[in-house]
């Protein structure tokens, strides 16, 4: 697959001006109107007025990401808040009501039932979705919900601590909590944890906010709760809150088990009476920290060789990405926090954000991101940009599997044979020690939105309540308990993606079953991987991890047998 057409093509447009540009609600609104007011009177006439919407939603949604991008990558820049800022007050509640009478055209319309029913079924199914979900009183509390979100990655952006003389963001920070050197682990968790309780009253009130907004727009909108509405609005169509909470049980009794006797283990080659909350991070080996790459430009050079080794697909992808300027990596002030590829439906290339400082945990992350980026450039080419969009469980797939499979030859990475084993030993022990994070961050979720007008007091007791249910009794938090009640501030999904976290479960799962699949079958998992992610959103998430060789399960006897599989990985790694 070459990607030079991509590189060097400006958008392709039959129904916007060419250089049509988005800078005020007047620029979009005739495009709109002109879509309401037309006469369908053919099938033909309503593909092309569905084509020509297309054309519209996409460019808006390149336009939208790149200011997010822009703001991301500094915050502290004014003009790129404020450009933000703009769309999300002046332009998205304008679009809205449009969107839902276009909506409405389009499945009122004589026509509808002479379209390809198979081709269109997962579409028309959001649609209808959509206009069901619609209040038009939810409008303004949109609005008003993204602009406050917003506020969470600006407090976050600000928070660095001072360590040797230097300031170092969080994210530069916690790559000395994998430091040999015991009392450096502490002195650094102790800085964050001071840090960031500088700004809980902050937090708690931005979400407090953010809480009383969600659960007003779910009454409007006719549901009992925040939870129900969101399902519904996340497009849960393949799977419910029940499955959710059978998710939340299995991983307590299948996963604990495996993570207190790994505990157990840490504790005792570690030599200490009593495990740290800043004894979690560090390599039980006692060797110094893994050390993948120094520069910005040796990660992406030794990413493009990996992700060649693997595919030489993947390695294209990220090469093209650098040709294009599409990579912003490393850890700065002023930087929002967190990681992600930004897929840009009209240019074609995705976008990658991350955080690195220099970590092993950053070379995964790349690994992560690039899988999303991969899934990108494989559905450029179908037709509509909602086919381009993935649900969640499909997209975290082929990110977590992405990073399972180029394990083989994280070579490119790590020279030294030791090293390497003790890279991909370390992935597993991370992949099984996420699941039981997932079941925390969700299962609070479901707690708190499902428990109207609890106080923040309750809700710090929930969040301990169900995180005593996930972590090891053998970690001694003495001295940090306010810590640990606001753990949950870290995690930025509570506050701008509600209910998108259970999605990395799911997709780890089935990330598990492609490696194992890989492990059996190099060329046949890769090449159903390439497949199933090809599908973009025209299949149904079941569907599509069937084509992948794979099930969409979460049940305790599935969890069980990948995790058993993960274990004699990790065992193999030891030997």
Not at 189 to 206: A, C, G, H, I
Not at 221 to 241: I, M
Not at 254 to 259: A, D, F, G, N, S
Not at 452 to 475: F, K, M, N, Q
Request: proline share 4%; charged share 30%; hydrophobic share 40%.
């Amino acid at each position: 697959m070459e990607f030079n057409s991509i590189k060097n093509s400006p958008p392709k447009r039959n129904f916007l001006p060419a250089n049509f540009k988005l800078s005020a609600w007047e620029d979009v609104k005739q495009f709109f109107t002109e879509l309401e007011e037309r006469p369908i009177n053919s099938t033909e006439d309503l593909e092309k007025w569905m084509l020509d919407r297309n054309e519209l939603d996409t460019a808006m949604m390149e336009d939208y990401r790149w200011r997010y991008i822009k703001m991301s990558c500094n915050s502290q820049d004014e003009s790129f808040n404020d450009s933000y800022t703009l769309f999300l007050k002046e332009i998205t509640p304008k679009c809205i009501p449009f969107q839902n009478s276009l909506n409405l055209k389009l499945i009122e319309s004589p026509f509808l039932n002479s379209l390809d029913q198979e081709k269109y079924f997962i579409y028309l199914r959001s649609i209808k979705k959509e206009i069901e979900l619609y209040s038009e009183k939810n409008v303004e509390i949109f609005t008003q919900v993204k602009v406050a979100a917003q506020k969470f990655g600006e407090i976050a952006s600000q928070m660095t601590i001072e360590f040797k003389g230097k300031e170092l963001t969080f994210q530069q920070a916690g790559a000395f909590l994998e430091s040999p050197d015991r009392a450096v682990r502490e002195e650094i968790f102790t800085k964050v944890s001071k840090r960031r309780f500088e700004n809980k009253e902050e937090l708690d009130t931005l979400f407090t906010t953010l809480y009383d907004l969600r659960m007003e727009s779910s009454k409007n909108a006719g549901f009992q709760n925040f939870r129900d509405y969101k399902f519904a609005d996340l497009g849960r169509f393949d799977y419910s809150p029940v499955d959710c909470i059978q998710f939340h049980k299995a991983v307590a009794t299948e996963i604990m088990p495996l993570i207190e006797n790994t505990m157990k283990i840490r504790k005792e080659v570690l030599g200490l009476e009593q495990l740290r909350p800043w004894d979690l991070s560090i390599d039980t080996s006692g060797a110094t920290s893994l050390k993948p790459f120094e520069t910005e430009d040796e990660l992406i050079d030794k990413s493009i060789e990996c992700l060649a080794n693997t595919h030489p697909l993947f390695g294209e992808c990220l090469q093209t990405m650098q040709e294009m300027n599409r990579l912003d990596l490393f850890s700065r002030k002023g930087k929002r926090p967190g990681g992600y590829n930004m897929p840009l439906p009209e240019s074609g290339v995705p976008f990658v954000f991350m955080n690195a400082a220099k970590t092993f945990k950053d070379m995964r992350v790349m690994m992560h991101e690039c899988g999303h980026a991969v899934h990108a450039f494989l559905v450029n080419d179908l037709e509509l940009t909602s086919f381009k969009r993935p649900p969640s469980e499909v997209a975290e797939l082929a990110a977590m599997a992405m990073e399972l499979m180029t394990m083989d030859n994280w070579g490119a990475f790590f020279k030294d044979e030791n090293e390497l084993r003790r890279a991909r030993y370390l992935q597993l022990d991370r992949v099984l020690d996420l699941l039981p994070w997932i079941a925390t961050v969700d299962k609070f979720q479901h707690w708190v939105y499902t428990n109207p007008g609890h106080t923040i007091a309750e809700r710090d007791t929930a969040w301990i309540a169900i995180l005593d249910e996930y972590t090891s009794d053998l970690v001694d938090w003495e001295g940090f308990e306010e810590t640990r009640t606001k753990l949950w501030h870290r995690q930025l999904h509570i506050f701008e993606l509600p209910f998108y976290y259970i999605e990395y479960g799911f997709a780890q799962l089935g990330a598990i079953a492609i490696w194992k699949q890989y492990c059996e079958n190099p060329d046949l998992a890769i090449q159903n991987y390439i497949n199933a992610l090809k599908l973009g959103y025209t299949k149904t998430i079941g569907e599509i991890y069937e084509e992948a060789g794979i099930k969409f399960d979460f049940s305790s006897t599935y969890i069980r047998e990948l995790a058993a599989f993960i274990q004699g990985k990790m065992k193999e790694y030891l030997d």
